[in-house]
Nanobody
Framework: EVQLVESGGGLVQPGGSLRLSCVTSGFTFSSFVVSWARQAPGKGLEWVAGIWSDGSTYVADAMKGRFTISRDNAKSTLFLQMSSLKPEDTAVYYC???????????????WGQGTQVTVSS
């Protein structure tokens, strides 16, 4: 059974930083693309970033220069380093085995339960 468990969310002030982690199991992590998506209150899912098995990455334009995606294949873990956080980054952040070039849909692929990130003073 594929499992993805996110952690690291919380309340942070504007301009602050957070590092999200996603521990995975049940599949050959090193062979697959893994991604982060988010859903803000009252809005749809949007892609944040993805990283492929060869280490190539994608980061959405709104997060470029502020967010960095990485992976530790030995620990089957995905990371998202977020800095210069803004109130509009407030959302539930999900990790998934879906590619960020597909339409985000929690009914497809495998998704974690999400971790809440709130950016507020």
């Amino acid at each position: 059974e594929v499992q993805l468990v996110e952690s690291g969310g919380g309340l942070v002030q504007p301009g602050g930083s957070l590092r999200l982690s996603c521990v995975t199991s049940g599949f050959t992590f090193s062979s697959f693309v893994v991604s982060w998506a988010r859903q803000a209150p009252g809005k749809g899912l949007e892609w944040v970033a993805g990283i492929w098995s060869d280490g190539s990455t994608y980061v959405a334009d709104a997060m470029k220069g502020r967010f960095t995606i990485s992976r530790d294949n030995a620990k089957s873990t995905l990371f998202l380093q977020m800095s210069s956080l803004k109130p509009e980054d407030t959302a539930v952040y999900y990790c998934t085995t879906e590619s960020p070039f597909n339409t985000p849909n929690r009914d497809l692929g495998s998704w974690g339960q999400g971790t809440q990130v709130t950016v507020s003073s």
